[in-house]
Nanobody, 124 residues
Framework: QVQLEESGGGLVQAGGSLRLSCAAA????????MGWFRQAPGKEREFVAA?????????YYAASVKGRFTISRDNAKNTAYLQMTSLKSEDTAVYHC????????????????WGQGTQVAVSS
């Protein structure tokens, strides 16, 4: 069991940056792969980025964010991050972090625990 809470969302101009945080509590954070997903109104949830357990040596990114977003983790702080740069209006969505017990993946189904989300709005 792990509880996740996102923070750092807000309103930003196109081309700007935001850093999202996902604070975890309840179990050993380093044992979980972590992912970020987003969902815009009226659209399905989509994968954004993921990082493997422990040292985070493996990272996956959606093609739409590769080169602009960076996922990282700080196990000492039980926190995962999503650094977003060069933001576009298309990035507007509620961003959720998730934790996977078994493996890293791009599919929502591999993640066992989810945060409630933080809103990111990019104005153009």
């Amino acid at each position: 069991q792990v509880q996740l809470e996102e923070s750092g969302g807000g309103l930003v101009q196109a081309g700007g940056s935001l850093r999202l945080s996902c604070a975890a509590a309840g179990r050993t954070f380093s044992d979980y792969a972590m992912g970020w997903f987003r969902q815009a109104p009226g659209k399905e949830r989509e994968f954004v980025a993921a990082i493997s357990r422990s040292g985070g040596s493996t990272k996956y990114y959606a093609a739409s964010v590769k080169g602009r977003f960076t996922i990282s983790r700080d196990n000492a702080k039980n926190t995962a991050y999503l650094q977003m740069t060069s933001l576009k209006s298309e990035d507007t969505a509620v961003y959720h972090c998730a934790a996977a017990r078994l493996r890293i993946g791009i599919e929502a189904g591999v993640y066992d625990y989810w945060g409630q989300g933080t809103q990111v709005a990019v104005s153009s």
